[in-house]
C-alpha cells in the first residue's frame, strides 16, 4: 500500500503524467482490489482506481459488455473463422491440404 500511495504522490499515473501499460495492469487489480475490500480505501488508492475507472476508453468497454449483455445472444468471434475455413463443403474434397492435422478430422 505504502509502494503504491509513494508511486501515486504528485502524478496523474503511476508512471508520470502519461497513462501507460503498467496502469492497465495496475489500475485493474487496484479497482478489483477496492471493489472486494482487499484494499484500504485510502485517499491515494481510491483517487488512483476512480481515475482508472474515468478514462474514455474504461466507460466505452462497460458499454460494449452492457450492450452485448443485453442481446439475446453475443456474436460468436469465431464465427467468421468457421464459414471460411470450416463451413466450405468443397475443402475437404479439393486436393489441398487442410490447415489441421488429419488426425483431428
Known sequence: IETLERGN???KWILGDAFTAADVILG??????RIFDMLPATDAVT??????LARPANKRALELHEVSSQSERAP??????????????AWRSSRRAAPWPSSWS
Do not use: H, I
Open 47 to 52: 483517487s488512483y482506481a476512480d481515475r482508472c
Open 76 to 89: 460468436d468471434p469465431r464465427s467468421r473463422f468457421q464459414k471460411r475455413y470450416c463451413g466450405l463443403p
Open 9 to 11: 504522490d504528485g502524478k
Open 28 to 33: 485493474a487489480r487496484v479497482v478489483f482490489m
